[in-house]
């Protein structure tokens, strides 16, 4: 090889080194760019103190969480609690809309237990309250079985000491609530009370709270 032709080789490798290091600087700024554009945070807990038959929990459930679920299901946890305005009296459980409500309240105590991921277990909420205030065990084994979640292991829960020692739990979390819940639903973000989200800005209210950069569509609407 002459030295004409090594010097040339030599450039044309200099050459392909610059290329590729460059090529590495721009993926390098690509993927910085993005990582800045979209950084994700920790998602907003949205508590949600329920009874099953209430007309407002069912009409909050159909107008608000449904909505926040098809919306902005990446930027927030629920934690639903299904208890609400019941009280214990000789160790039983005393709910404000009758005896259905509390046979209810624990069939979805029992499913949350066996399907605490919300994608789950919100799907089986949500078909109950299509039922509105005349849900019954019936109409949960067929919710039950249309989302493939095995009635075999909710329906011995929801009659037998698990179901009840779910509701237990669930009357222990909102008798801590501070302020004490008044009225049902009653909505927390974050463990704050958050009466703007109970009227209708959920959405607004936790996209406002969420901290990352990469939220949803809807919360610039």
């Known amino acids: ?4 032709q090594h010097c040339r080789s030599h450039a044309v490798r200099k050459n392909q080194i610059a290329m590729a290091s460059l090529q590495l600087i721009v993926v390098a700024v690509v993927v910085l760019s993005s990582y800045a554009r979209a950084q994700p945070a920790d998602k907003v807990v949205v508590g949600f103190y329920a009874e099953s038959l209430c007309p407002d929990c069912i009409n909050f459930s159909i107008k608000y969480m449904n909505v926040a679920f098809q ?32 046979t209810i309240n624990t069939i979805d105590a029992c499913v ?15 078909c109950m309250v299509e039922k509105g205030a005349f ?18 292991l909710i329906q011995p829960c929801y009659t037998g000491l698990m179901g009840h020692n779910l ?21 927390t973000i974050n463990g704050e009370h958050s009466t703007d989200a109970e009227n209708g ?6 996209c406002n709270t969420y901290q990352g950069s990469d939220k949803p569509a809807a919360c610039n609407q």
């Open 71 to 102: 919306e902005i299901p990446s930027i927030f946890t629920l934690n639903y609690v299904p208890w609400g305005n019941a009280v214990i009296k000789g160790g039983s459980f005393d709910c404000q809309h009758g005896t259905m409500e509390c």
């Open 135 to 152: 849900q019954d065990p019936t109409d949960a084994q067929n919710c039950a079985e249309k989302l493939s979640l095995k009635w075999d």
């Open 167 to 187: 509701e237990l739990m669930y009357a222990n979390e909102t008798a801590s609530l501070k302020p004490p819940h008044q009225y049902t639903p009653w909505i």
């Open 1 to 4: 090889m002459s030295a004409l």
């Open 112 to 126: 949350i237990h066996y399907y605490p991921n919300q994608t789950d277990f919100w799907p089986f909420v949500e």
């Open 201 to 206: 800005d959920l959405i607004k209210v936790v």
